[in-house]
C-alpha cells in the first residue's frame, strides 16, 4: 500500500519555504497589529502564529520566547518614537523655547496614539527592562532630548545645569503627563482644559535660565 500523503496545513508550513519571504518581519509585524487592536499584549505566540498564516513553531525560529518578541516591539516603540521627536523639529524651531515644547508635545502624543504600545516599552514584561532601556535603540530616542537640552543650555536659554539629571527631571515629569492622558485622567474638572501645555510651559520655567 502506497505511503497516505498528509494534506498541506498550517502547521505545516514551518516545513515549507516561508510565503512571505521573511518570517522575522511576518512575525513581528503581526503582533504588532495584535498589539494595536487588543491594547495588550495577552496574546499567545501559537496566537501569533495562527495570525500569521505559519506553524505554531515557526515564531521560535527568531524568537525564544514570548518576552523576545515583545522586546523587539517594545525597540521598534523607540524606533518610532526617536523618529518622531526628531521630526518634531525638523527644520529646527526658531528658539530653544519652541524646540523644547515641540519635543515634549511630541512625546505625549507618540504615547497617547500608541497607548499599549508605549505601556509596553516600559514594562517588565518584555524581560529585563536594562536590556531594552540601555540599548543603542532606546538611547538614541532620549539623546534627542540630550542634545535640545546641550543646545539650549550652550545657547545660554537653559540653565547650567548636569545635562543628565535635567534630562531625568524633565523624562520623569512627560512620561507621567504621558501616562495619565492615556488612562484619561486629566480631567477638566481637576487639572483645568489645557493641562497638558500647562504642564509643559511650566516644566520650561523650570529649566529657563
Known amino acids: 500500500m ?30 504588532s497589529a495584535m498589539l494595536r487592536e487588543e491594547k495588550g499584549w495577552q496574546f499567545t505566540l501559537r496566537e501569533v502564529a495562527r495570525r500569521a498564516g505559519v ?3 515557526a ?19 523607540f524606533d518610532q518614537l526617536g523618529q518622531e521627536l526628531k521630526a518634531a523639529i525638523t527644520p529646527r ?9 515641540a519635543v515634549g508635545s511630541a512625546y505625549i502624543a507618540f504615547g497617547v496614539g500608541n497607548p499599549a504600545l508605549y505601556r509596553l516599552m516600559f514594562s517588565g514584561d518584555a524581560g529585563d527592562p536594562r536590556v531594552a532601556h540601555l540599548s543603542e535603540r532606546a538611547l538614541s530616542a532620549l539623546g534627542v532630548l540630550l542634545d535640545m537640552l546641550t543646545r539650549g543650555q550652550a545657547s545660554g536659554a ?10 531625568a527631571a524633565c523624562w520623569a515629569q512627560v512620561h507621567g503627563i504621558t501616562m ?24 520650561l520655567d523650570g529649566v529657563l535660565a
Open 59 to 77: 515564531p521560535y525560529k527568531h524568537f525564544p520566547d514570548k518576552a523576545a518578541l515583545l522586546l523587539e516591539l517594545a525597540l521598534r516603540g
Open 2 to 31: 502506497p505511503p497516505s500523503r498528509k494534506t498541506p496545513t498550517t502547521l505545516d508550513a514551518v516545513d515549507r519555504p516561508y510565503h512571505h519571504g521573511d518570517l522575522r518581519r511576518a512575525i513581528v509585524e503581526t503582533a
Open 158 to 167: 537653559f540653565r547650567r545645569q548636569p545635562l543628565q539629571g535635567q534630562a
Open 55 to 57: 506553524s505554531h513553531a
Open 180 to 203: 495619565l492622558s492615556i488612562e484619561g485622567l486629566l480631567m477638566p474638572e481637576k487639572v483645568g482644559s489645557t493641562p497638558v501645555q500647562d504642564a509643559l510651559e511650566t516644566l
Open 93 to 101: 524651531p526658531r528658539s530653544a523655547r519652541k524646540e523644547f515644547l
